[in-house]
C-alpha cells in the first residue's frame, strides 16, 4: 500500500537546524509535486513549501522563506526538507504529502486526493 516515510523530527533550541526527509513508496507513478505541510496544537494545517518533481518550481510560506529549503532527492518520490533558524514558532507536526496519479499542486495545495504521511514532530525552545 502506499506509504510515506517521515524522518529527521526532533528536539532544538531556536537558531537551531533540522533536517527532514519524507520517502514514498507503495505506488508505481512519479508523483507530479511533493510538500510539506505543518499543524501546531490548536491551529489548521498549513502548507510550509512544495516542490514540482518534474521542473523542479518551488514554492514557500512567507514565514520561512529564507530559513527553509525543500529539495527533491535522488530516489523516485523523495523529498527533503533542510530548516534552518528555527523558532519557537515552527514547533509543529510536520508532515508530507505525495500527489496522486490525477494529483497536482497550485502553490502550496495538493489536489486530487494526495498521499500524506504521519507526521514527525519538530520541537524548538526558546
Known amino acids: 500500500q502506499v506509504q510515506l516515510v517521515e524522518s529527521g523530527g526532533g528536539s532544538v533550541q531556536a537558531g537551531g537546524s533540522l533536517t527532514l526527509s519524507c520517502a514514498a513508496s507503495?505506488?508505481?507513478?512519479?508523483?507530479?509535486?511533493m510538500a510539506w505541510f505543518r499543524q501546531a496544537p490548536g491551529k489548521e494545517r498549513e502548507g510550509v513549501a512544495s516542490i514540482y518533481m518534474n521542473y523542479g518550481r518551488i514554492n514557500y510560506a512567507d514565514s520561512v522563506k529564507g530559513r527553509f529549503t525543500i529539495s527533491k532527492g535522488s530516489t523516485k518520490n523523495t523529498v527533503y526538507l533542510q530548516m534552518n533558524s528555527l523558532q519557537p514558532e515552527d514547533t509543529a507536526t510536520y508532515y508530507c504529502?505525495?500527489?496522486?496519479?490525477?494529483?497536482?499542486?497550485?502553490?502550496?495545495?495538493?489536489?486530487?486526493?494526495?498521499?500524506w504521511g504521519q507526521g514527525t514532530q519538530v520541537t524548538v525552545s526558546p
Open positions: 504529502a505525495a500527489s496522486s496519479s490525477s494529483g497536482y499542486c497550485v502553490g502550496l495545495q495538493i489536489f486530487q486526493s494526495p498521499y
Open positions: 507503495g505506488y508505481t507513478h512519479i508523483s507530479s509535486c
